[in-house]
């Protein structure tokens, strides 16, 4: 989940072990038994809570503070073994937590908003705020399966094979957009010809999620031969101008996926208020307790049980989506 504003808040903060609970029950659970099992220890273990507390609130993030300990070398083991490692590499840890931020730049998620993307008038000018290393800036390099079985949609060799699986009436497209710009707003730009920033990505990928990785790393292999303009600095301030930028001709898109639970509340209005008033179209990813416009009402979700995002167009809602782009339920 990448960081785009230096008010890095959570607009509902919750204690850090129900934090690291909430985590391991509700976002790990089924997808790594490996950060369920972490999660879920360090939810009960008061000497690691203890030191996770002398943290900024915001670099307390679980899968902040569980990349930053693999980063130390701390390999797939049972949450004893994983405790002592933690306790005797804290001061790195804690280190590389005071630096390195939440980035996680999940490609998946471009399977879910292709359809909105192809729908629009085209040309595309793509400008995405909490763009991170810029891979989502691409969803005309990438290759799309809609469900099993169906036809692979793709225009290029070598880029990431995308699987989503739909529900209702999803406006399936038939060719990837045409884009003729890409832009990025990030505090913390990631370089992909960086190889410490690309192994930062590559950390952010829960352990056991190996198909996760492939994908990161053919996405990047695409994004490294043209990478993308991003521009350091906070969304509110950047965006007018670099929206400016968008080449005439083009039907500029402004776009995120799981940035504004980093606002605050005020933030969030503001940016909505901000982004509202510019000649773009907007489209939002962001969780399901994080709608775009307070008060707006979206069908209960078929399975309540599996985290959702929602999938909104102009601050319209339109669809829940899985966290890593694997599902799509149009409404």
């Known amino acids: ?73 701390i390999g797939l083991e049972p949450y004893t073994k994983f405790r002592a490692e933690f306790l005797s590499k ?60 169906a036809p692979i949609l793709s225009k290029t060799t070598g880029g990431p094979l995308l699987h989503c699986t739909t529900t209702g009436n999803v406006p399936l497209p038939a060719q990837v957009p045409e884009i003729v710009w890409r832009a990025g707003i990030d505090l913390n730009p990631l370089d992909v010809t960086n190889r410490e920033d690309t192994d930062w990505l590559e950390l952010l990928v829960w352990p056991d999620q190996h198909h996760r990785l492939e994908r990161l790393n053919a996405a990047v292999n695409v994004v490294r031969a043209n990478p993308p303009h991003l521009v350091r600095g906070d969304l509110l301030e950047q965006l007018e101008a670099t929206a400016a930028t968008s080449p005439s001709g083009a039907n500029l898109v402004i776009f995120h996926s799981a940035v504004l639970n980093y606002l605050p509340v005020d933030a969030r209005t503001e940016f909505r208020e901000l982004v509202s008033g510019l000649p773009a179209h907007w489209i939002s990813n962001e969780g399901e307790g994080v709608l775009v416009f307070p008060g707006q009402k979206v069908p209960p979700p078929r399975d309540p049980t599996t985290g959702s995002f929602v999938v909104a167009r102009d601050g319209i809602p339109l669809a829940y989506s899985g966290p890593h782009g694997d599902r799509l339920d149009w409404f």
């Not at 840890?93 to 909105?116: D, F, K, S, W, Y």
């Not at 729908?119 to 099993?148: F, I, K, M, R, T």
Request: some cysteine; aromatic content about 8%; overall charge negative.
């Open 1 to 73: 989940m990448p960081n785009c504003v230096a008010r890095v808040l959570n607009s509902t903060p919750m204690d850090t072990a129900t934090r690291y609970e909430y985590f391991s029950t509700q976002e790990a659970r089924g997808h790594s038994n490996c950060y369920e099992d972490w999660a879920k220890g360090i939810a009960s273990d008061n000497e690691l809570l203890a030191l996770i507390r002398t943290l900024p609130e915001e670099r307390q993030q679980p899968n902040l503070i569980l990349a930053s300990a693999r980063a130390t070398g």
């Open 90 to 149: 804290w001061d790195k840890i804690r280190a590389i937590a005071m630096v390195r931020r939440t980035q996680t730049n999940e490609v998946g998620r471009c399977a879910t908003l292709l359809p909105i993307f192809c729908e629009l008038q085209q040309p595309l000018a793509l400008l995405e705020v909490g763009a991170s290393a810029g891979l989502c800036l691409y969803p005309d390099q990438y290759n799309y399966q809609y469900n099993e079985d």
